[in-house]
């Protein structure tokens, strides 16, 4: 759910809720240090924001996108320290997760959108003697950075009934481990559309970002719930320096203004960098222009409440941000979600 939304207190309540509760590793230093007051690097703001998720009993782990090469190492070294349940990781193809350091009793579960990604993460794990705890199966229907071309968001191939059984072929040719899917799940009812199809379980984002427990800003909050299909889009140029399709909310004020081209190049935060020629992390493309991609590590830093007044916000969310119409705790969702009773639409 990216930066600012999942931290410890939405992540512990999903983990006393019974779910697998996700801390964002995306900017924890920053937005760590804002909170105690005091900077604090890479590791100890991952360490402390893990130990809170968990504090409350039940399953909480974090999510570490690949993308994020300066930061990527110490991170998966900081969880696993910390004890994490789970490790998930994506946006990019985390080929040497294992290597890093032996993961004990935390879970390497990569992200893929693909059965033919997912095989090649198995080969290359097997190298290392290593095989998925289980897999995550994102679909284009997501919100944030999209594992697909920005042609193939939309077709027909790509949706994700489509795309489980080859993955759940590959898992099983690898030891049978669980598949999770993610990517438009709203309701119980697609919950239990997709396990019979034969998912294991299913990975929400959109709707936990709308709950009391997220750390979305207000404003954040009221965009998705004034969210309409329209406006939901999946931004490519101008996009993410990533490179990777990326779908926001089509009123996000940074998202509007890298449309307009009136956005001056920055880069301040440096999440994303990649390396240069003297293998130093210097590269952003949103650093050198401001014509094809906009710097999301701020955007969504300011959606976070960190730069606000300074910075403009970004908002990311996934399709099914349209059918949200309340806020919402995440007991009351979770017990809607887990089928035992059903919430009565709010008033018109």
């Known amino acids: 759910m990216g930066v600012g939304v999942s931290l410890y207190p939405l992540a512990c309540a999903v983990a006393v809720a019974g779910g697998l509760g996700l801390v964002s590793s995306a900017c924890l230093d920053r937005i760590v240090g804002e909170r105690i007051g005091t900077k604090v690097g890479t590791a100890e703001a991952v360490q402390r924001e893990v130990a809170l998720a968990r504090a409350g009993g039940g399953h909480a782990g974090i ?19 910390a004890g994490a349940d789970a490790i998930v990781s994506g946006a990019g193809l985390p080929l040497a997760l294992p290597a890093i350091k032996p993961p004990g009793d935390t879970a390497l579960i990569p992200i893929v959108s693909s059965g033919r990604a997912l095989e090649l993460i198995c080969r290359r794990w097997e190298r290392l003697h290593y095989r998925p705890d289980a897999v ?39 030891g049978d481990f669980p598949v999770i899917v993610a990517g438009g799940i709203f309701t119980h009812a697609d919950i239990h559309r997709f ?37 939901i889009l999946v ?68 959606a976070a409440g960190y730069d606000v007044g300074t910075e403009e916000p970004l908002y990311t969310a996934g399709t099914t941000a349209a059918r949200v119409d309340r806020i919402l705790s995440v007991g009351d969702l979770m017990t809607e979600l887990s089928g035992v009773r059903e919430l009565l639409p709010s008033a018109a």
């Open 136 to 174: 995550v199966l994102e679909g284009p229907l997501a919100g944030g950075h999209l594992g697909f071309h920005a042609g193939q968001v939309d077709l027909a191939e790509n949706a994700l009934e489509r795309l489980l059984p080859p993955v759940k072929e590959v898992a099983r040719a690898h």
């Open 235 to 302: 931004a490519n140029d101008p996009g993410s320096p990533c490179g990777l399709p990326f779908r926001v909310l089509r009123g996000s004020p940074m998202y509007q203004s890298a449309l307009a081209r009136r956005r001056p190049p920055r880069c301040d935060k440096g999440y994303v960098l990649g390396k240069d020629a003297q293998g130093r992390y210097t590269v952003c493309s949103a650093r050198q222009d401001n014509e094809h991609s906009f710097c999301i590590c701020n955007g969504l830093c300011s």
């Open 195 to 231: 396990l019979a199809l034969g998912a294991d379980g299913v990975q929400m984002g959109t709707r936990f970002l709308a709950t009391h427990e997220s750390s979305a800003s207000s404003e954040y909050k009221q965009a998705v719930l004034r969210a309409r299909p329209e406006d």
């Open 63 to 81: 999510n570490v996108m690949v993308a994020l090469q300066r930061d990527y190492e110490a991170t998966v070294k900081a969880a696993i320290d």
